[in-house]
């Protein structure tokens, strides 16, 4: 009986630590601080978490334009300054926890494939008729998609300039993926060994000839939850300064060869600095990590 009475508390026990741990796993971010469930803020380094959403603005790479009409968010955290560049301290970036730092939101080309693509113009027979075929089928639509070409321990970011307007606030290693079932699945402009260097300021640009100065906005703040939280709103981030490498993977093995030329043609590219643009129009959200920590565990 005793032995019993013994396995049976010692089970209960085991039950209650392990609904104990459970709680504990299963903590949750409230109010405002829920934009931050993919901040490692349980991470040592971190010192204060982002949450930034880019709602609308536009691209201009090569001779394209390309508006953003769908939102892309850029989360994670940052932590102890590594540099200082022009007397202002920069910030590594630390990953979010989901590993969706930069989301992926394909961006309609106005145009589609028919405004960068002429089926006349290959020169392949087998690869003109299947372009044409592709055009008969309807399948023309074309998105540009945004894409971290580096980890996200490469983005830098300056709160002395964000908080100034003035020089870089956000430095950011990207590509583009040009999606269509006639492009493949690696078509790209930009990639991990040859990435575009975005240097985003919402201050006034500096770029070369043909572009002229174009400035951003620091945006309006407000403090939520108690001013534990700060939010700016119509943040604009702006670079014309940045140079873009052609297209490269267009239609796979051996036919990119013949797309990769056309396309670059038609788009523009590749494109000095100075003849490309990305204006970043955001919502900004951002807390001490251990603020966000805090909220956690205030809500087992």
């Known amino acids: 009986m005793r ?11 085991m039950a209650l630590l392990t609904l104990g ?3 504990s796993a ?5 109010g405002e601080f829920t934009k931050f469930a993919n901040c490692p803020y349980k991470n040592s380094t971190a010192i204060k978490c982002i949450y930034s959403v880019t709602e609308s603005g536009e691209v201009v790479l090569g001779s394209k334009k390309v508006p953003i009409v769908k939102p892309v968010v850029l989360q994670g955290a940052y932590g102890e300054p590594v540099e200082v560049k022009e007397g202002a301290e920069f910030y590594p970036f630390i990953g979010a926890t ?25 020169s392949d027979f087998f690869l003109r008729i299947s372009c044409e075929v592709t055009f008969e089928n309807g399948v023309t639509g074309l998105n540009s998609t945004l894409e971290l070409a580096k980890p996200a321990s490469s983005i830098r970011i300056s709160e002395n300039n964000l908080a100034g307007e003035v020089g870089t606030a956000l430095q950011m290693p990207v590509k583009f993926h040009l999606e269509n079932p006639f492009l493949g699945s690696s078509c790209y402009v930009g990639s991990s060994s040859n990435p575009i260097i975005w240097n985003l300021t919402d201050g006034t640009t500096s770029p070369p000839l043909p572009n002229k100065p174009i400035t951003g906005a620091g945006g309006v703040g407000e403090f939520l939850e108690e001013f534990r939280i700060l939010r700016l709103k119509g943040n604009v981030l702006v670079d014309n300064a940045w140079a873009a490498p052609g297209a490269t993977g267009c239609g796979g093995f051996l036919v990119e060869l013949i797309l990769d030329p ?11 600095a100075g003849r490309n643009t990305a204006v970043l129009k955001n919502t900004l959200m951002q807390a001490a990590a251990e603020t966000v920590n805090e909220n956690d565990l205030a809500n087992p």
Do not use: D, F, H
């Open 21 to 23: 741990l459970t709680a």
């Open 262 to 272: 056309i396309i670059n043609s038609a788009s523009g590219l590749p494109a000095a």
């Open 26 to 30: 299963q903590a949750k971010l409230t």
């Open 98 to 122: 989901n590993g969706v730092t930069l989301s992926k939101a394909p961006q309609p080309v106005p145009g589609g494939l028919a405004g960068i693509i002429n089926c006349k113009e290959i």
């Open 3 to 13: 032995t019993k009475v013994r396995v049976t508390m010692t089970l209960l026990t």
